[in-house]
């Protein structure tokens, strides 16, 4: 069995390879033939992350816990239909990467690891772009797990622009009432009613949350272009996200009764390639963006 200090050992975990990120006190799991996922993020004892092993485990559903890669769409389209340039696609809610197997690139020294999306021919008549590369680098330094998205782009057309991240955070029932996620937003898109409305605030525990904050502004403690946010419950500060100025958006949901709370980078609103916000990769360019979480 490997040591604590070791920076990373392989395993198991029910059917999958697993690849366990260590530092200090801290660890990480990674499982890349489950959608390249985060599926344990460990911090003194504690942890972080809420994971329903029963999705985990079982391929024909999606995974629901951990932290999911959300492309080449975060959301839901309208009509699921993305417009490309062989003509409309449809795609399922939060698209395929979640769905699909990594590729587990070479390691390095310290406790991190890069992850390839490697798309199958069905994915790729979804989202005709046969050029694209994407990757995600995992770094766990201390009680932070860093992720870092390349994108990078070698097809002749331009290749529509939007992903995100959907981390489960755990945080039991009885702790909801006191949950915040601390935020200058005044404007959200209410996912559930389907409209935008001002921003009031959190209820969470009641019934379904599911608010995109479309001007989250927080400033990053450490001085860096990009943006904040907290999650605490009873008094606590559980969990820090430090956002990089891609990450536009950043949406909460919860379930009454479910032991967890997620707090999402996104790079634009639900539907936004449908939409004027749509933005696009032109050839030969390179998307890069990241996002950290930090244990409090």
């Not at 079982?58 to 816990?65: F, L, P, Q, S, W």
């Not at 559980?238 to 949406?251: E, G, I, N």
Request: hydrophobic residues 40%; aromatic residues 10%.
């Amino acid at each position: 069995m490997s040591s604590a200090m070791e920076p990373f050992s392989k395993g198991t975990r029910g059917p999958f390879e697993t690849l366990v990120l260590r530092d200090k006190h801290a660890l990480v799991e990674l499982i890349p033939a489950r959608g390249g996922i985060v599926s344990r993020f460990c911090v003194e004892g504690r942890e972080v992350l809420y994971m329903d092993e029963g999705t985990l485990f079982d391929v024909t559903k999606n995974v629901r816990g951990g932290v999911p890669v959300l492309f080449p769409i975060a959301g839901k389209l309208t009509k699921d239909t993305l417009q490309t340039h062989l003509g409309p696609r449809t795609i399922a809610q939060h698209g395929f990467a979640r769905k699909l197997p990594w590729e587990l690139l070479p390691l390095g020294d310290g406790p991190s690891a890069t992850l390839r999306l490697v798309p199958d021919e069905s994915a790729l008549g979804l989202f005709p772009y046969d050029g694209f590369d994407l990757r995600v680098t995992y770094a766990l330094r201390g009680d932070t797990l860093a992720v870092t998205t390349e994108l990078r782009h070698r097809c002749t057309t331009d290749l529509p622009l939007h992903l995100g991240f959907h981390p489960y955070f755990a945080l039991p029932p009885g702790s909801k009432g006191s949950a915040w996620v601390v935020t200058d937003a005044t404007r959200a898109w209410n996912n559930r009613a389907g409209a935008e409305e001002p921003f009031a605030g959190w209820a969470f525990g009641e019934e379904e949350v599911d608010l995109h904050l479309l001007d989250h502004g927080v400033l990053r403690p450490d001085g860096q272009p990009g943006t904040s946010a907290v999650l605490s419950a009873a008094g606590r500060d559980l969990v820090r996200l430090d956002l990089d100025p891609v990450f536009a958006t950043l949406v909460v949901w919860t379930l009454p009764g479910r032991d967890f709370v997620c707090v999402e980078p996104w790079t634009g609103p639900a539907d936004a390639p449908n939409t004027e916000l749509a933005k696009y990769l032109h050839r030969r360019d390179t998307f890069r963006g990241r996002w950290s979480v930090t244990a409090l």
